[in-house]
């Protein structure tokens, strides 16, 4: 069963701006510190933003000032806005749900969705 899902990625122009969406089940949402993440071809997985249940955010230098990570705990649902998007943006995005409520913690990983930043 799918547990976490994106949405939201597609093609778009230097400064332009996306929204990304991602949907999961509510006992993982619920204790789970929400993430995204992306990978660019030929590189590793970098984390892009994290939100806790509480609203606590958090941000790569890279992205800080221009995505915005934001949660909907009555819908389960995790969101990314990113603005002035720039070539180097172009990766597949994934969203993570790091669960925190329990021992041993567990990280979900939803199957990406791509972002391409081109002219």
């Known amino acids: 069963q799918v547990q976490v899902a994106e949405s939201g990625g597609g093609l778009v122009q230097p400064g332009g701006s996306l929204r990304l969406s991602c949907a999961a089940s509510g006992s993982i949402f619920s204790g789970s510190r929400m993430g995204w993440y992306r990978q660019a071809p030929g590189k590793q997985r970098e984390l892009v933003a994290t939100?806790?249940?509480?609203?606590?955010?958090n941000y790569a230098d890279a992205v800080r000032g221009r995505f915005t990570i934001s949660r909907d705990n009555a819908k389960n649902t995790v969101y990314l806005q990113m603005n002035s998007l720039k070539p180097e943006d172009t990766a597949v995005y994934y969203c993570?749900?790091?669960?925190?409520?329990?021992?041993?913690?567990?990280?979900?990983w939803g199957q990406g969705t791509q972002v391409t930043v081109s002219s």
């Open positions: 993570n749900a790091y669960f925190t409520s329990g021992w041993p913690t567990i990280n979900y």
């Open positions: 939100i806790t249940g509480d609203g606590t955010r």
